[in-house]
């Protein structure tokens, strides 16, 4: 799909991280964008950077996992401006699970899955029969992650599964566009290879009371300073992708109508590889082991709160400091 001024991009999550950086980079092609974001303020301050450097900007704020405020956010935009050519369902949260999977609180789940799966769900039911009845070309990209979308990483299991369903929907989704013959085209995003720096590692900031914790907490939440100094004082360098570099993937991807929108990395591969053998051969995913960084030590697993990333896969073993659910 050609991106070229005039086109309306409408991005979820976009007050800040890779949201954000979709936005600027939208922008930056002449596209008009239209942001949504639980953060009031973040996303007014998203807004007016946008609009300062000229861009044509719609911001609302939306929860996505209500669907009717996913509605009328779509309203929005095509009452604004007429028509949707891009949408980015990338808005996420972590589910803030402590412990053995037995042992999460079912609020984890059902939060955690209210905005990383029905939230992107809901922006494909807002969207998309619109984009297909404009009649021009148009592109959905659904935010997933390796962890989930290429293998799971046990002690993030909440998160996880949320992301592994993104890349199922996806894939159902292209397969629906391409029976309906529609110029809408489909990719899934695994933002990264390496971590990032974003919002997501404090999303319990936003968790809605109707999905508050029901028990206090065994350890506080771990920040990604925190964290980031943890593998440091291990001996694990950690490694950052800028999300400017996401942003200008999903671009070239969008413009090569490319489905894995997965950037190059030898141990993304090698867990595909490892994955499919373990399937192709019926035998237990013993390439798991490498992630259960948590054999021995119950006091500090909280769930990862970052959207995509795989550096702490890259650690080795068991000795890495761990996050869990």
Known sequence: MELREGQVAVVTGAASGVGLALARR???????VVLGDVEEDALAAA??????????VLARTVDVS???AVRAFADAAYDTFGAVHVLCNNAGVGSGAEGRMWEHEPNDWKWAFSVNVWGVFHGIQAFVPRMIAGGAP??????????GGIAPLPTASVYA???????????SLYAHLRAEDARVGASVLFPGPHMLRTGLWESHRNRP?????????????????????????????????????????VVDGIRAD??????????????IRARARSMLDRAAPTYLENFILDRTDRTDRTDRTDRTDRTDRDLPGPSAPTRAD
Not at 138 to 147: A, E, K, L, Q, R
Not at 215 to 238: F, I, S
């Open 209 to 249: 009371g109707r999905y508050a914790k029901q028990r206090p907490r065994r350890t506080p939440y771990r920040t990604l300073d925190q964290w980031e100094a943890a593998m440091k004082e291990a001996g694990h360098e950690v490694v950052f992708t800028p999300v400017e570099e996401v942003a200008e993937h």
């Open 47 to 56: 807004a007016d950077e946008l609009m300062a450097g000229g861009a044509q």
């Open 66 to 68: 209500d669907p009717e």
């Open 138 to 147: 148009g592109h959905v990209v659904n935010t997933s992650s390796g962890d």
């Open 161 to 171: 599964v949320t992301k592994a369903a993104v890349v199922t929907m996806t894939e």
């Open 26 to 32: 939208f922008a930056a092609e002449g596209l008009a």
């Open 258 to 271: 490319r489905f894995w929108m997965l950037p190059e990395s030898a141990h993304s591969d090698r867990q």
